[in-house]
Each structure stands twice: as structure tokens, then as C-alpha cells.
């Protein structure tokens, strides 16, 4: 029998960047913690904005969980909140987006695909992610 993929769930948050700037400018934030260091230094390197990279890399992660979820519908969430952590956004040589999971939401989305498209216009940030597979993720 072939196997069929299929789109098991969509995410697309949308975040305005200078209200992210806000919360990053906030003394004694804790946002940052949120981010790996992998994405804390890929941040420092870009010319541009910190806030609005950020921002486009927070959404992502908001959009994967949101992904993650519908592909779950019906049945309750498989994870505290706070994984943000977990969920972290890579580019290539060529400056292309990609996630890459850790821990318990690597473990639970094992075997399923992640794309993300990553935009910023003005003051506002967005990711879309596709969870794609061929099964509905385990720790349902």
C-alpha cells in the first residue's frame, strides 16, 4: 500500500513589531528566553531591525503550535505551555527559513514535515507554517 501525505495542519500568526520592540525594550523581560541561541546570533548578525526578526521568528512559533494543534483537533493539548523554547527557526546559506524541534515536540512530531514561509511589511511580522505527514502525531 503507498504511503500518503497528507497537510495535517496550517498555523499562521501575525505580530506587530513595535509592540514586540516594547516587550524586547521592557526591563527585566524574559522574552529572549524564548528564543535559542542559535536564533539570538542570527539576529545580532542581520543589519537590519532586531525587533522585526524577532518578531517574524516569534510568529513562527506561534504558527507551529497552531499547526500542531489543528492537526489534534478534538482531542486536548499534548504539552504545557511555555515551549516556545522547543521550536526554534533556522536559515540556510541562502537565508531560507526552516524549523527545527527539540524535545518533547521533536518527540511528538516525529515523523512529520514543517515548512515555513517567514514576511515582514512595515510594522508587521508574520510566519505561516504547513505540519505535513502521514499520520496524525503521537502524544495525543
Known amino acids: 500500500m ?3 501525505v497528507a497537510i495535517l495542519g496550517i498555523g499562521f500568526d501575525l ?3 513595535g509592540e514586540f520592540r516594547e516587550l524586547l525594550d521592557r526591563p527585566g523581560t524574559t522574552v529572549l528566553t524564548s528564543f535559542t541561541p542559535g536564533e539570538r546570533r542570527d539576529v545580532a548578525r542581520r543589519e537590519t531591525d532586531r525587533a522585526r526578526h524577532f518578531a517574524a521568528r516569534w510568529a513562527a512559533k506561534e504558527a507551529v503550535i497552531k499547526a ?3 492537526s489534534i483537533h478534538g482531542r486536548p493539548p499534548v504539552t504545557a505551555e ?3 523554547h522547543l521550536v526554534e527557526v533556522v536559515t540556510d546559506a ?3 527559513p526552516a524549523i527545527r524541534l527539540a524535545g518533547e515536540v521533536a518527540t511528538a512530531l516525529a515523523g512529520t514535515s514543517l515548512h515555513v514561509s517567514l514576511t515582514h511589511d512595515g510594522d508587521m511580522a508574520g510566519a505561516f507554517v504547513v505540519l505535513e505527514g502521514d499520520r496524525i502525531p503521537e502524544g495525543e
Request: no cysteine; aromatic share 14%.
Open 2 to 4: 503507498p504511503l500518503t
Open 15 to 17: 505580530v506587530a513589531v
Open 94 to 96: 541562502w537565508g531560507r
Open 68 to 70: 500542531w494543534s489543528a
Open 82 to 84: 511555555g515551549i516556545h
